[in-house]
């Protein structure tokens, strides 16, 4: 005897819609056959086929059912077979996001056919198949073509980067060539019913100067790091309707959320506040459920990264580095540092305290008892190439606080000589300050 048990799966939008079944007898001949295995149905996804899969070992690797469960009628095994509606759509979730090679695929319809056989008065489930169809936000090109990209972009990364320096690496090129797809998003949290462009739902057009929303970004990290050889994964919420990556560095998992770090949702401010942080870290830093659940059976609870990568990006040729914030509440424009990863010891080295920010190809620090400005070239941050001394250069004490007095906003080379273009703050109490707009210069000549 067969039934046929329909059971829309839908995985888009990170969220999975309620099944829908239908049933009804089959008259098709018995399938002897267990050898379909789970490596079968991915190849199958992977070559956007349709077809029937004998799932019945898959099913019972997984726990779905026991062979020898026993039913006291047909419609007990449908009515159990339903029941396990939710496992499989977890289990297809995962498989998708445990398969970077699956990144095109928004969803798909599948129909269960069930067999019994009737033993001494009981019934067993004697196999169980599937006929799927892909619902793909791809075409095969679009896919091999986006596959291409994301395999050149791996190339790029030096090849002599260590394993925490290529997650680096890829969160600020994805950050910086890709733009958050806010229409998407806004359409979503209305009706995601009513979405049909499924593009920004995969790498498409991640890394391309194109847009995404956090499925997207996600996906495409994963595709690239698995490249490099760092085992990284697809993890979702459904209570923020969120995706982001866990990542393996040595034997110990960790989060990396490429979405949050692309601060400005476009190719400027580029952070690392959400790079390689444990569960608790990243919950503490969100105020929220954005975290792995522990029963998927990854432990993220490693810290070592934790207090490390804080504040903005920045690459050249001499490394990467980040610009921190060294007191989130101070009004001050002199109050971050540069700070660069050691791998060897596995802490960050402070090259530069006091710094404005970082202007293109510089970053400036001030020396407030010499009423200097020391400029430095990301080329070599340990190296001053200009100093600026000026009577404006200066600070003030605000509520116990060393402030700046000035606000530091281009940096330029002229000839043989740094300009910085600057404003004057001044105060008419411990709350009121006012810049005076651009409307000072000064230079020196380099060093």
């Known amino acids: 005897m067969k039934k046929v048990i329909l059971l829309i799966v839908l995985l888009a939008l990170l969220v999975i819609s309620v099944g829908i079944f239908a049933a009804h007898k089959l008259n098709s001949p018995h399938l002897d056959d267990y050898s379909q295995s789970e490596h079968i149905l991915i190849s199958k996804l992977e070559k956007m086929d349709k077809g029937n899969i004998d799932v ?19 419609d007990e095994i449908f009515n159990y077979l339903n029941s396990l509606t939710p496992k499989f759509k977890i289990w297809f979730e995962n498989l998708i996001n ?17 067999r019994s056989k009737y033993i001494n008065g009981v019934y067993y489930i004697d196999s169980i198949s599937v006929n799927f169809s892909g619902t793909y936000a791809l075409t095969k090109k679009q896919w091999d073509d986006t596959k291409k990209r994301l395999e050149d972009i791996a190339k790029s990364i030096p090849s002599d980067s260590s394993d925490v320096q290529k997650v680096r690496l890829v969160n600020e090129y994805l950050s910086k060539n890709t733009n958050y797809d806010v229409d998407t998003y806004k359409q979503y949290m209305q009706d995601y019913t009513s979405i049909t462009n499924f593009k920004p739902f995969t790498p498409y057009n991640v890394g391309n ?14 595709f690239i790091l698995n490249y490099l050889g760092i085992e990284t994964r697809v993890v979702t919420s459904a209570m923020q309707n969120h995706a982001w990556n866990i990542v393996k560095i040595g034997d110990k998992w960790y989060n990396l959320d490429i979405t949050w770090n692309d601060e400005d949702g476009g190719n400027h401010d580029i952070s690392e506040k959400y790079l390689l942080k444990s569960n608790d870290a990243l919950v503490s830093m969100s105020k929220s459920e954005h975290k792995i659940l522990d029963e998927e059976g990854y432990d993220v609870t490693d810290t070592k990264y934790d207090s490390l990568f804080k504040g903005k990006f920045i690459s050249s040729s001499s490394g990467i580095y980040n610009l921190e914030d060294t007191d989130v509440n101070s009004i001050s424009a002199a109050k ?12 960050v080295d402070v090259l530069i305290n006091n710094a404005f920010g970082y202007f293109d190809d510089y970053v400036a620090n001030i020396n407030y008892e010499k009423n200097t400005i020391n400029i430095y070239s990301m080329d070599n941050p340990k190296k001053v190439i200009a100093s600026i001394k000026n009577k404006d250069f200066k600070q003030f004490n605000n509520n116990g606080k060393k402030i700046s007095n000035i606000i530091i906003r281009n940096i330029e080379q002229s000839d043989n000589n740094i300009v910085i273009t600057y ?3 001044t105060s008419d109490s411990i709350s009121n300050f006012y810049a005076d707009n651009y409307e000072h210069t000064a230079s020196s000549k380099m060093l």
């Open 56 to 74: 019945t070992k898959i099913f019972a690797y997984n726990g779905f059912f026991s062979s020898k469960s026993t039913f006291k009628t047909e």
């Open 98 to 114: 445990t398969n970077p090679k699956l990144s095109f695929i928004a969803g798909g319809s599948f129909r269960y056919e069930f």
């Open 209 to 222: 100067g194109g847009v995404a929303v956090c499925e997207g970004y996600s996906k495409a990290a994963s």
């Open 336 to 347: 971050f540092r540069l700070t660069k990863y050691n791998d060897a010891t596995n802490k």
């Open 423 to 425: 404003d004057k703050i």
